[in-house]
């Protein structure tokens, strides 16, 4: 089992910055590739980013390429997503997730959730 616990959510204008944070627990971090994704009101959730276990390799949602930045660091088992350049299509609630294999494969742990409110 892997516990996933999301921070780092609140409301901030369009053009601004947030850090979302992703603390791990259980079975190893290291183990697993990482992924973001996103549920907006009244949408299916969709995938933002995917790191996979090593760092070596990181994947984007052609909506979020060239702004948002998805990290690990595996000393504090903790999963990353800075977010520059918000736009309120950004709004949502975000989730992190740990899988075995990478991107497009179902990750197989999901946090709680964390809200994204971007603000025109």
């Known amino acids: 089992q892997v516990q996933l616990v999301e921070s780092g959510g609140g409301l901030v204008q369009a053009g601004g910055s947030l850090r979302l944070s992703c603390a791990a627990s259980?079975?190893?971090?290291?183990?697993?590739?990482m992924d973001w994704f996103r549920q907006a009101p009244g949408k299916e959730r969709e995938f933002v980013a995917a790191?996979?276990?090593?760092?070596?390799?990181?994947y984007y949602a052609d909506s979020v390429k060239g702004r948002f930045t998805i990290s690990r660091d595996d000393a504090k088992n903790t999963l990353y997503l800075q977010m520059n350049s918000l736009k309120p299509e950004d709004t949502a609630v975000y989730y992190c997730?740990?899988?075995?294999?990478?991107?497009?494969?179902?990750?197989?742990?999901w946090g709680q959730g964390t809200q994204v409110t971007v603000s025109s």
């Open positions: 790191i996979n276990w090593s760092g070596g390799s990181t």
């Open positions: 259980g079975r190893t971090f290291t183990f697993y590739a």
């Open positions: 997730a740990a899988a075995r294999r990478i991107y497009p494969y179902e990750p197989d742990y």
